[in-house]
């Protein structure tokens, strides 16, 4: 079986296990504060999905958010970065718009991605050259949009830090509305379906972003950091994607002004996890 399809089916099979075991008693712990919960089903996704992974590939990579990979500084060979449940907070609270997130890398270029929206029970998917497909349904490519037609996602709590509230305020105010759906991984495929004509963040793992950005990529989206450069798999990043016309006219109307502040973010980005 092809790397890809052999994905295709784990990232399935995951989202199927998420739907029998979120009925049962939630185990819920905090991770770096009172918002940044983990389950006991989030753990016991990405383990399934590292047996199965490290049972068929034993000499592939894995980075994981609850715990798998996070020594990994090199993106050598093949890395499969994943999310068992992208949207933790909305899996506690609401049940639904939460995600299974899983990107490939071979020796650091993006290889596939998939985005699993486990209630809808809609798979986003792409492959190197090959396309982007909702189900089994090819996305078309991105048209170009501005600000000030624009619908944009972002977290409102992100408005309320003062240096980073000065930077993104203009970004919201210029544009038609702004919306935030409590899944990085599912509000990047947004992008890429049109939905959102952008999205941005101060600060990401690249668990968040690794299955939606070959996704965006196979529709011509743009996807980088707030300084516009390609963003690593082996430590956090701000984010900004968008369609071509609207990424650019952030980064360069936007952010760049912001560069000597963006460049210190980056640094300190560079050596944490």
Do not use: C
Request: net charge negative; charged share 20%.
């Amino acid at each position: 079986m092809y790397l890809y399809d052999y994905a295709k089916s784990l990232v399935l099979e995951a989202g199927n296990n998420i739907r029998k075991w979120m009925h049962e008693d939630l185990n819920i712990e905090e991770k770096s504060n009172p918002n940044d919960l983990v389950t006991n089903v989030d753990k016991a996704i990405e383990e399934f999905l590292v047996n199965q992974i490290k049972e068929t590939y034993p000499n592939h990579v894995i980075i994981g958010e609850e715990g798998h990979g996070h020594h990994v500084d090199s993106s050598e060979g093949i890395v499969w970065v994943i999310d068992p449940i992208d949207g933790t907070l909305n899996f506690i609270h609401q049940r639904e718009h939460f995600a299974v997130s899983v990107g490939i890398f071979k020796d650091g270029q993006p290889y596939a991605g998939f985005v699993y929206d486990v209630m809808r029970d809609v798979l986003y998917h792409a492959r190197s050259g090959q396309g982007a497909y909702q189900n089994e349904v090819l996305i078309p490519k991105l048209e170009d949009t501005s600000v000030a037609k624009s619908i944009i996602g972002m977290n409102p709590n992100w408005l309320t830090k003062p240096k980073l509230g000065m930077m993104l305020h203009p970004i919201i105010n210029d544009s038609r509305s702004a919306r935030a759906y409590g899944s990085a991984a599912l509000e990047i495929v947004y992008v890429a379906l049109g939905q959102l004509a952008a999205y941005l963040t101060p600060r990401l793992q690249p668990w968040d972003y690794a299955g939606g950005l070959i996704i965006l990529k196979e529709v011509g989206g743009e996807i980088t950091n707030f300084l516009g450069e390609t963003l690593s798999i082996t430590h956090p990043n701000s984010v900004v994607v968008g369609n071509k016309g609207i990424h650019q006219e952030i980064l360069e109307q936007y952010l760049k002004p912001h560069h000597e502040f963006l460049t210190e973010l980056h640094d300190h980005f560079k050596n944490s996890k």
